[in-house]
């Protein structure tokens, strides 16, 4: 692994066609860059975008003074491709795998530069957010379970509390020596999130943090893995806590009891995806199958896969939710914790 001991942290951008939206997050970076300029580097891998990707970042370069390095595909090589390649070239101590369509807080550089310079070497810095739709309206806080500011922990402790909230990939940096050390703990069931496998098994020993605090706003436009969600959350996601268990006991029985008891809409409202596609989905049954926490989501899942009447419900599950977040924009439940 190539080092550059001038680099703390490496801002490492994969784009595709959203050129307006990674201008925003781009400007929300340069804006508050000044006090460490010099300790951050800002890396752009544009994976042949058709729009205007790179006069906009060559405006913002002679607006801001800012070397970013941006680096063109001549072709798309896809989106996971896309983060090997910019993760690879980043050379800071510390790996920021940033959405391009996503904001970094006004003080984002002031609050986390101090914990990238802790004592502790930390392996991973996770933070809260707030998420709303791509104009950022109905904006709300994703963890509004408040147990302190900040806390540093050791990994069991730290997954056992954030569970999969970092698989949001803009909420967390990770050091980029675990980040590499991820890469042996690599499986094909880690549908879209190899990326994030990599965080949790690099993490494995060591000391991390979780920051209560929002530091970025989730913006959520069309996105081109949408079609696959169902596949990677229910069996990329389940497979990595399955084999996590392996080092933290007990992580997959707390997976399964926040999809059934403090996740329930969260869960079924993925679940009900898999009815809207069946004819895809079911090429992935016995994975799926065996993804389920229990012999009920079993039958559903066969249900929703093989019988037509189950299909309209679960589809009409999935629009009412919809309709209800828009409508109320938050839970009926508290969420619990899973220790």
């Known amino acids: 692994m190539e080092t550059n001991d001038s680099f703390l942290l490496s801002i490492a951008i ?7 939206y990674l201008k925003e997050n781009l400007e929300a970076i340069l804006s508050q860059l000044e006090s460490c300029k010099d300790i951050v580097e800002i890396l752009v891998n544009d994976n042949a975008s058709s729009d205007n990707t790179e006069q906009s970042i060559l405006n913002l370069i002679e607006k801001y003074c800012f070397s970013i390095k941006y680096h063109r595909m001549t072709e798309n090589i896809g989106y996971r491709a896309n983060v090997i ?4 070239r980043a050379k800071g101590k510390y790996l920021f795998l940033l ?8 003080d984002f550089f002031k609050i986390v530069i101090p914990y990238l310079e802790n004592k502790n070497n930390l392996a991973v810095i996770h933070f809260n957010r707030l998420s709303g739709d791509a104009i950022c309206s109905k904006n709300k806080l994703h963890d509004w379970e408040f147990d302190g500011l900040a806390k ?3 990994y069991k402790e730290f997954w ?19 980040f590499e050390k991820g890469v042996s703990f690599i499986k094909d069931d880690y549908y879209g999130y190899h990326w994030f496998s990599q965080i949790c098994f690099g993490s494995i020993g060591e000391k991390c943090l979780y920051y209560y605090m929002p530091l970025v706003l989730m913006r959520n436009p069309s996105r081109t893995w949408s079609h696959d969600a169902a ?4 069996v990329g996601m389940n497979s990595i806590f ?8 007990g992580i997959h029985d707390a997976w399964y009891y926040r999809g059934l008891k ?11 995806q898999v009815a809207i596609d069946a004819s895809y989905y079911r090429q992935y049954e016995s994975e799926l199958m065996e993804a389920m926490p229990n012999r009920r989501t079993k039958v559903v899942l066969y249900c929703i896969l093989h019988l037509r009447p189950a299909r309209i419900v679960g589809g009409l599950y999935h629009k009412l939710l919809i309709c209800y977040r828009l409508l109320f924009n938050h839970y009926t439940f508290t969420r619990k914790s899973v220790n």
């Open 231 to 234: 596949l990677y959350f229910l």
């Open 152 to 154: 540093i922990m050791d």
């Open 14 to 20: 994969p784009t595709y066609n959203r050129a307006k």
């Open 99 to 106: 959405g391009d369509d996503d904001i970094l807080s006004p």
């Open 85 to 88: 390649d910019v993760s690879l």
């Open 262 to 272: 403090t996740h329930f809409y969260d869960f079924y409202g993925i679940l009900s």
């Open 160 to 178: 056992f509390r954030v569970m999969s909230s970092p698989n949001f990939m803009s909420s967390v940096i990770v050091r980029r020596d675990c």
């Open 242 to 249: 399955r084999d996590l268990d392996q080092y933290i006991p």
